[in-house]
């Protein structure tokens, strides 16, 4: 089983899947924000930024497999911040989390994704509501529950990664 996982994590294929699921999910938020005219509040283009750090990762996965260990890593802390930030959503969205939202991106001077792609990453709207995606849930709940599958998956790919690399070292 493990070698299997292993394996799994160098796979072109599961990178790719993984790109696609990055890019499926920007264009989601995309045309919610700009064919239904739901805005982006600052805690969703901080999740378009987490995603679009997975993508790129995914991206170089897909050239570099030998290096899946670091690319699981990366992928476990990436998607913990998605998580961390779709949960923060919810919170706020259900009333659990007393917060308020100030339009700034929030990104840090060195990466200033506002400024350089505002069609995506530039908040419209105060944090507090997410639109309604089929089957009842909201952006924010399916992005937790995204969020918490993300990290199982890369957790459990990440440790597979690690114990294969001390295997093949003899630890």
Known sequence: MLNLLA??????IYWFLVLLACLTMEGTALYYQYGLDYGPCVLCVQVRAWLLGLALVALVMLFLPAF????QFLSLLLASGLLYTSWRTLGIERGTI?????????FPDWLPLQRWLPQVF????????TPELPFGITMAEGLVVI?????????VLTLASLAMKRSAAGW
């Open 98 to 106: 007393i917060d308020s939202c100030t339009m700034d991106a929030g």
């Open 122 to 129: 530039e908040p419209w709207e105060p944090c507090g509501y």
């Open 7 to 12: 394996t799994l994590s160098r796979s072109r």
């Open 68 to 71: 899946a260990f670091l690319g």
């Open 147 to 155: 969020g918490l599958a993300w990290v199982a998956v890369s957790l």
